[in-house]
């Protein structure tokens, strides 16, 4: 039976006018281009090269043969090396780097979509985050606030507030009265004698709201509950009574299924926003997780 590797050898072969040179191509061995030309040869039953002193000539069948297989051989290596580089785009491994408190809102119902080899590799600091993504250790990231350098691709993918949130069960009709008063003293007040939920031990959402709505850079809040990751800390709220300052967009699913409420939310408090960036060097994959974030 022919095989396929025969034509390829010949096709080499036929192109160098040198075994050694074709062997070279093809990353074999010269015995091994001299065995396959010698059965090619006796299974169309026609000599194919004369071995001269520096290399070997095309006969006149050789030169026939090379005419009826040279078009079909090269589409075939055309569409194995299209075939090659899309498996090779679709395994190739990414790395993403993300808050690991922001992972659950923005990425995990996402992974089958964004590749088939996804690696999280987890990370809060934005100055970390973007020097990974410089220095190309990282595919992307997403990072709070815009980073704007010559080399760096950026998109806003999100634009939160932080809310107030807890137990559905907790008695807020006294609060409203101080939110319908616009009682800002009140309200800061009410809120220091909750139980509280902190995702992290230097608690800065808590101290940026108190800051942004109050004015104030020590909030009077003792922190009763700290659960170093912010989904866990609301999904731990949804049993306990207490209350937790968190990204609208992290606690949506929880609001929407009613398993916390929203107990204040400050037109005092700006927006926080987020980015996805990328070296440009990695502005296909760039494009794609632009293009998912875009679809939502």
């Known amino acids: 039976m022919i095989s396929l590797e025969w034509y390829r050898t010949f096709k080499a072969v036929y192109k160098h006018g040198n075994y050694s040179k074709a062997a070279d191509e093809l990353f074999i061995s010269q015995p091994a281009v001299s065995n396959q030309m010698s059965m090619l040869e006796a299974y169309v039953g026609h000599k194919l090269f004369i071995r001269k002193s520096k290399g070997v000539e095309a006969t006149a069948n050789a030169k026939f043969l090379n005419n009826l297989i040279i078009e079909s051989l090269d589409t075939l290596e055309e569409v194995e090396a299209m075939y090659s580089r899309k498996v090779k785009k679709e395994e190739k491994l990414y790395v993403l780097g993300i808050s690991e408190h922001l992972y659950k809102s923005l990425i995990s119902d996402k992974i089958a979509k964004i590749s088939k080899h996804l690696d999280i590799r987890f990370e809060d600091n934005r100055d970390v985050l973007f020097d990974l993504v410089n220095q190309q250790q990282v595919d992307a990231a997403i990072v709070r606030e815009d980073v704007q350098t010559f080399d760096t691709l950026s998109y806003q993918i999100l634009s939160s507030p932080l809310v107030v949130v807890g137990h559905p069960e907790i008695d807020t009709s006294e609060l409203h009265k101080f939110i319908k008063d ?38 009077k809040v003792f922190t009763n509950y700290i659960i170093p990751n912010e989904y866990f800390m609301l999904q731990e709220m949804t049993e306990s009574s207490g209350v937790a300052i968190s990204l609208l967009e992290n606690c949506r699913e929880f609001i929407e299924n009613r398993s916390l409420k929203i107990i204040w939310q400050s037109n005092l408090y700006p927006n926080r926003d987020y980015y996805l960036i990328a070296h440009k060097k990695q502005k296909p994959f760039f494009d794609m997780l632009k293009n998912l974030f875009e679809g939502d």
């Open 182 to 219: 616009s009682d800002l003293s009140n309200i800061q007040h009410w809120l220091e004698r909750q139980v509280w939920f902190s995702h992290m031990a230097t608690n800065p959402f808590i101290k940026l709201f108190w800051m942004h709505c109050f004015n104030k850079k020590r909030p």
